[in-house]
Nanobody, 126 residues
Framework: QVRLEESGGGLVQAGGSLRLSCVAS????????LGWFRQAPGKEREFVAA????????HYSDSVKGRFTISRDNSQNTVYLQMNNLKPEDTAVYYC???????????????????WGQGTQVTVSS
């Protein structure tokens, strides 16, 4: 079992920045690709970004490309999501995911990811 705990969410004005963190615990010796999804009220959960186990490959949704950056520190079992130039439409609960397919970063069905965190709220005011 791998547990994921997100932090770093909050309220920010449009154009501002936030950095989300997600710490993995438990069976962290098992390698995973890590990623972020988000879910706005009344909408389906959507892919945001993912990064391979080695960190050498990433993938972003078109809606965040150029504004968000995903990174990881395996020595700290942590994945980060740096979010810049935030927009009101970025408002959502952000979820961290872990995937045993360590080299795959393109979006998959929500049910295909192995572990999920509880989420952290990001609210962007206009």
């Amino acid at each position: 079992q791998v547990r994921l705990e997100e932090s770093g969410g909050g309220l920010v004005q449009a154009g501002g920045s936030l950095r989300l963190s997600c710490v993995a615990s438990g069976r962290t010796h098992i390698r995973h690709a890590l990623g972020w999804f988000r879910q706005a009220p009344g909408k389906e959960r959507e892919f945001v970004a993912a990064i391979t186990w080695t960190g050498d490959n990433t993938h972003y949704s078109d809606s965040v490309k150029g504004r968000f950056t995903i990174s990881r520190d395996n020595s700290q079992n942590t994945v980060y999501l740096q979010m810049n130039n935030l927009k009101p439409e970025d408002t959502a609960v952000y979820y961290c995911t872990a995937d045993r397919d360590i080299d795959y970063v393109r979006p998959k069905a929500v049910s295909e990811y192995d572990y999920w965190g509880q989420g952290t709220q990001v609210t962007v005011s206009s």
